[in-house]
């Protein structure tokens, strides 16, 4: 089973400042990764798959790159409603397709 | 509009038994793969097994192999999450969710939830 982990847990930023979140895999999943951002009290919102492919309506300040075993979701200037958690997935070859532990980004 | 509508919250007791459902619309049901995501209070998102409604061909992640049973309707478009026997540690909320495409299970349509509590 493909372990992802995820850096920072958390990340304090100031709206307008860029943010970097990072996943690792611990063997390549190629690239085969998505990135969710998650609000409380509500389902996830798939933001990057591909790992760089921004989904539907997705904002342009989000971007993801990274390939194999290393992954970057970048938030370049931070809105007010990007406050939330986000989740990196695998899905490389076989299931499961095992989600990352999150990084919280907060309010600094 | 792709949606995904599960059903409401539920309440059981340890023992029980219980199916929550998620029905699709605004899509072809059967070419798409539909998962399931366990997510227990205050905690992160856990990948319990998908299912091809097109033929059932289901996979699941070997920490819910033979705990949980997935399953679909293709009739009606639905897709199933159930337990013979609930216990206590699986209260959570549990969502179901669209992959992308055939080759690629990443989630992009997400139901909005249900809610399961398991308490004697």
């Known amino acids: 089973e493909i372990v992802l982990t995820q850096s920072p847990a958390t990340l304090p930023v100031s709206p307008g400042e860029r943010a970097t979140l990072s996943c690792r895999a611990s063997?390549?999943?190629?690239?085969?990764l998505a990135w969710y951002q998650q609000k409380p009290g509500q389902a996830p919102r798939l933001l990057i798959y591909?790992?760089?492919a921004r989904a539907t309506g997705i904002p342009a300040r989000f971007s993801g790159s990274g390939s194999g075993t290393e992954f970057t979701l970048t938030i370049s200037s931070l809105q007010s409603e990007d406050f939330a958690v986000y989740y990196c997935?695998?899905?490389?070859?076989?299931?499961?397709?095992?989600f990352g532990p999150g990084t919280k980004v907060d309010i600094k | 509009e792709v949606q995904l509508v599960q059903s409401g919250a539920e309440v059981k007791k340890p023992g029980e038994s219980l199916k929550i459902s998620c029905k699709g619309s605004?899509?072809?049901?059967?070419?798409?793969?539909i998962g399931w995501v366990r997510q227990m209070p205050g905690k992160g998102l856990e990948w319990m097994g998908i299912?091809?409604?097109?033929?059932?061909?289901?996979r699941y992640s070997p920490s819910f192999q033979g705990q949980v049973t997935i399953s679909a309707d293709k009739s009606i478009s639905t897709a199933y999450l159930q337990w013979s026997s609930l216990r206590a540690s699986d209260t959570a909320m549990y969502y179901c969710?669209?992959?992308?495409?055939?080759?690629?299970?990443?989630?992009?349509?997400w139901g909005q939830g249900t809610p399961v509590i398991v308490s004697s």
């Open positions: 591909g790992a760089s």
């Open positions: 063997q390549s999943v190629s690239s085969n």
């Open positions: 605004g899509y072809s049901f059967t070419t798409y793969w």
């Open positions: 997935q695998h899905y490389n070859k076989w299931p499961p397709f095992t």
């Open positions: 969710a669209r992959c992308v495409a055939t080759n690629d299970y990443s989630f992009d349509y």
């Open positions: 299912i091809y409604p097109g033929d059932s061909n289901t």
